[in-house]
């Protein structure tokens, strides 16, 4: 191997390309999503008006590409490049669920699917629900003393 | 041109938010299934501040489509039905605002577990 070619290689397989590499790609496949999520949005919304309803199908929208993708086993390979470009908009949830059903198949459908298929929903929903619930007592307590001065 | 500069704020948005996780988890020791669960409660707090509904119209589905509007929905759906429906929108508004997703997530899983064979794992 020739010297140069050795150094290239160094290069590219250190931890330090590998991170900008990753940053990159994530950067870009998140955009690609979230950019072509605006298109459909405001596609939706000239259909229907209402924005919020919009924005829910959107999501909606991606939540069911996710899992279509997870199904046909194209998700695990354009997350391989993507990284946390397809992780942090709601494929990643719905990619999450999905493939964590597909794999507990074997044991059983009632108790394997069943139980981890909340693998990482359940964490998820969890500490959303719970985050929920925290600003809830604040935002009531608030009002409450609002109310009463 | 609106529609545009609108399209790419929302494409900004979103790459730089997936970009800090993935820096998250090549830098620290954050596996992607705690990412989730950040983001999520994140996307709460957010909203708590009152910064998520300044950001909306700004950058649009580059912050609606990343777990941060999942959280973002949980906040407003236990904001809203504390107005309208007093102390028990603290128990009920996160799981109704949220209950679209989670449900056609869940039910998608279910199906694909019933219809495709099993493939390689991700988290």
Partial sequence: MEANEK???????????RVLKNAVMSFIFGSIICGSGQIIFRLLQSYIGDARASATLVTLIFIFIGSALTGFGVFDRIARHA?????????GFSNAVTSEAMD?????????????????????????VASGVVYGIIFFAARLIAQML | MQAIYEI???ALMGGALCTV??????????????????????????YAVGLYDLLLPIF????????????????????????????IGILSGGLSAAA??????????LLSALIFK??????
């Fill in chain 2, 118 to 123: 099993p493939r390689s794992k991700r988290m």
């Fill in chain 2, 8 to 10: 790419i704020l929302a």
């Fill in chain 1, 83 to 91: 990284g946390a470009g397809t992780l942090v908009p709601v494929t």
């Fill in chain 2, 100 to 109: 679209a997703g989670v449900t056609l997530a869940l039910i998608m899983g």
């Fill in chain 1, 104 to 128: 507990s198949e074997s044991e059983g459908t009632v108790l394997g699917v069943g139980s981890k298929i909340f693998t990482v929903a359940g964490p998820v929903i969890l500490f959303g």
């Fill in chain 2, 60 to 87: 649009g589905m580059g912050i609606s489509i990343p777990l941060i509007g999942f959280g973002a929905a949980i906040g407003r759906g236990v904001r809203e039905t504390i107005i309208s429906e007093g102390a």
């Fill in chain 2, 21 to 46: 996780a993935q820096l998250l988890i090549d830098l620290t020791s954050l596996t992607p299934a705690r990412i989730l669960v950040l983001y999520v409660s994140l996307g709460v707090l957010v």
């Fill in chain 1, 7 to 17: 150094k290239r290689l160094i290069k590219k397989h250190s931890p330090h390309t």
